[in-house]
Structure formats: C-alpha cells, structure tokens
C-alpha cells in the first residue's frame, strides 16, 4: 500500500467489543473476598460498581455490544487512524514496515477515554450520580472527568501527590470539565489519614490513591468507585482499539507479525492485542504479542503470579495476577505513568501460557526511541507509549540484520504533550535509568497477603 493513514468511518466503528474470555485456554483463579478467602460475588461488587460492569466482568460471551450511547460519543474521535510509519522505517533504513494506531486523537489525548465513556454510561443507567476515581500521571482523571461531564455525573480523582505537583496542568483540564482533585495521600479518608501519619512526606502511589477513592464511594450511596485499568470490563472495552486495527490492516493488505503495546495496568496492550489473540487462539495465527513494561515498575518480567490486593489499605478483592506486592512504592524519578504494582489478570494468564511475551526497558533508552520517534514521525508520544515505539524500534532493526520484511503493529496509546517535563529531564540529561533493585522487590514481596 501507498498510503500513510488508513481511516475507517464512523459507521465502521465496532458494534461489539471482543471478550477473550471466551477464548482462553485458561482462566486466571477467582478474586477473592479477603475477609472468606471465597471467589467474590456481584454482591460483594455492587456497594462501588454498577450491575452492568460487574456482569462484564465474569462474562464469558465472546461478543458484547456496545451500546448506542457509547458508540455516539465514540463517534467524537473513533474511529482512530492507523499510520503506516513510513519516515520511521526510512529513519532506520529497515525493510520491515511499521504500523501503528493512534489513540492520541481522543480528547482525553489516550485510550482512556474508550472505558471511561462506558464506564460513565452503565453508572448513569443505574443512577450513580458521583464516579470517584484515582489517577497516577493524569490521563485516567482526564478521561474520566471527560466521561463524567458527557453523562452529567460528579467525578472525584485522588490525584498521586507527586504527579499533582508534577503536572498543575492535568489538574487544569480536569477542573476544565467540572471535577474535583484530590493529592493523594489526602485528609479526605482514614486510608489517607493514616498513611500521612505514617510518612508525611510520601510521593504517594496509585495503590494509595486506589484505597481513598473506593473508601469514598463505599461509603456513600449515590457514590460509585471506577478503575481506568486492570479489570477484565476495562480490557473488554479497549477492544475496540484491536478491532478497527485489525480491519485497518487488513485494508493495507498486511497481517502483523508482531503486535506491540506499552504495559501500566494492561488495559491499552490489551486492547490491541486481544483481537489478534483471539487469531492465535481460534486460528493458530503465529502473531507474537509483546507487553512492554519499565524496567523501574517490573511487574510482568519480574513479578509473583499469586493473589495480591489491587491497592494499599486491602480494601479490593485480591486479584491472582502478577505483582510486585501492593505496599510497593515505585520510584517518583520515573518519568512514566507505568508504575502500577499489578497487572491485568485477563493479560498475566495470557504471558503464563505463553500467548503473551512480556519485556522490559530502561526509561533512557525509552526516551531516545521516543525522540526519534517524534522526530520522524511528528508526534510526541506519552511516555508510556514510548516504551512500544522503542520496542517497535528494536523490531525494525532486528528486521533489518536479519533482512527481514517483518511487519510490525504498535499501539501508541497517547501523546506527551503534557508530559514535558520527562522530556526537558531527558533532554538535559537528567533522566537516569532506575532498574528495580533485586533487594527492594524481596521487601516488597515479602508483604504479600497470606492466602
Ligand atoms: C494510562 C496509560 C497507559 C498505561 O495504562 P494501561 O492500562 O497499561 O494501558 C499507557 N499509555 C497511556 C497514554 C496512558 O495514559
């Protein structure tokens, strides 16, 4: 194909989103009710989430339609392009070809906003009048407070302290769309209360941005609790993501070898790359599927699969995924937004078949891939993007020893246009590589739940 983009039209956005529940050869275990240690039931769920995400969440239908709602307000950016990076391959003088989906045209400038929307819908339908939420690097807060003043509902965000500093002008855009932010630790709730007693001066975490926020909701009737990442309807609705590319690429003639998305929670890889699992589950497709992840937050590379809280205080169901243990505190000089304890249950089962590979890399090279990325390309990728634009990068240039016409998919899942500040520390050489020490993880792992 000639062409840079290919676009799809607004009638051509997905009906349904794709559950690979249906298709996987193993489940992950149950989450758990911490105070029975039995699997949790919708009426565990119902005092934080609405009836429709709970019946997400355990469906095991390979198709679920997105409702009429959601897809008129999808209509606002979906469908997203795909780009065919053809000054990137001319860059690296590599016959492979490079492709990717752009998920940074939605207003929220990320994937975030696919969930958010849907979130946002079966809470309204079941007469939630306020979603509260935490959010790390901002984007999750945005999308939500998108989402939210869409449907007409209060959003609260517990903001990560340090990333409240960092990024005054995350706070702006959520304010701008009517929500209430919160630095998380806060004096808001007892969860925050308490660990401010603790270590005052803590950067904060999203495992204790997790635990105010559903400590709020739960404690309130027209209050519901909602998570940008991790659960299985999170990952549902991302879907849309790998449809549209799939049907994309089909138009370009080319079928990916390797898929490629970055890994904070799971949700944006996830997206991508369920639908071309479903290919390698149904049809023996030989796609690889490449979960990226920071060396600083190694969750997936480096982690326990074993039963974890989804944050600090243990007010979550405990989720069997792979962990770094939910007390762990990644570092706050990390640049990325990738730096959450644990991962996607749906995506750790699918990396221990080995459906899914998972790799690591260090932010300094990250941040290289992602300025010559930009400069090829023009788009300043987030810098959780970045870690597959530079694993992307590493797939050209194997192609290219190897004289190989691989063709290669990834996900950027958004643009860093605020997130400059990583980028000034990376420009002035003030960003170090931060690999995780193997004695912290021991300390970490060391506080995980006794199941
Ligand atoms: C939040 C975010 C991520 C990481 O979250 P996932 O759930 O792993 O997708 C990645 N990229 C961008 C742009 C984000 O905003």
């Known amino acids: 194909m000639d062409e840079i983009k290919v676009m799809l039209t607004e009638k051509e956005i997905p009906t349904h989103w794709y559950n690979v529940q249906a298709d996987m050869p193993n489940l992950p275990k149950p989450p758990l009710n911490p105070a029975t240690g039995q699997p949790v039931t919708p009426d565990d769920l119902k005092p934080i989430f609405p009836l429709g995400l709970i019946m997400q969440e355990a469906s095991r239908e390979r198709w679920i339609e997105i409702p009429d709602e959601v897809r008129e307000i999808y209509r606002l950016w979906r469908p997203t392009p795909l780009f065919r990076a053809r000054r990137l391959e001319k860059t690296l003088d590599t016959p492979a070809r490079i492709f990717y989906k752009y998920e940074g045209v939605s207003p929220a400038g990320s994937h975030k906003l696919n969930t958010a929307v849907a979130q946002a819908y079966y809470n309204k339908k079941e007469g939630i009048k306020r979603l509260t939420t935490e959010t790390g690097a901002g984007q999750w807060g945005t999308a939500l407070a ?133 290919d390698k589950l149904t049809r023996g497709a030989h796609t690889r599927l490449v979960a990226v992840e920071p060396t600083a937050c190694p969750t997936l590379t480096r982690g326990l699969h074993t039963y974890d809280f989804g944050d600090v205080a243990g007010f979550t169901p405990l989720l069997y995924m792979h962990t770094l243990g939910s007390k762990f505190i990644p570092p706050g000089i990390h640049a990325g937004g990738l730096r959450y304890h644990g991962d996607a249950p749906l995506l750790c089962q699918l990396v221990a078949d080995g459906i899914v590979e998972a790799q690591a890399l260090n932010q300094t090279e990250v941040f290289q891939g992602a300025v010559l990325f930009a400069r090829s390309e023009g788009i300043v990728p987030a810098p959780e993007s970045a870690h597959a634009v530079q694993w992307a990068i590493r797939e050209a240039l194997q192609a290219k020893e190897a004289g190989e016409a691989r063709n290669i998919l990834f996900n950027l899942s958004g643009h860093g246009l605020l997130d400059l500040a990583a980028y000034d520390n990376y420009l002035s050489g003030k960003l170090v590589d931060y690999p995780l020490p193997e004695e912290e993880l021991r300390k970490a792992l060391e506080m995980l739940p006794k199941v």
């Open 146 to 278: 998108q989402a939210c003043n869409f449907f007409g509902l209060e959003c609260v965000v517990y903001m990560v302290k340090v990333s409240y500093h960092q990024k005054p002008y995350r706070r702006s855009v959520m304010e701008i769309f009517g929500a209430t932010v919160y630095a998380s630790p806060s004096e808001n709730t007892e969860a925050g209360r308490k660990i401010l007693a603790q270590m005052p001066d803590t950067p904060g975490s999203l495992g204790i941005a997790i635990s105010e926020a559903i400590e709020d909701a739960a404690g309130r009737e027209d209050t519901n609790y909602s998570l940008g990442s991790v659960l299985n309807h999170v990952c549902l609705h991302q879907t849309v993501i790998g449809l549209e590319a799939k049907e994309q690429m089909a138009r370009a003639g080319c079928y990916p070898d390797v898929v490629i998305g970055c890994v904070g929670g799971g949700s944006n890889f996830s997206g991508l790359a369920f639908p071309f699992a479903y």
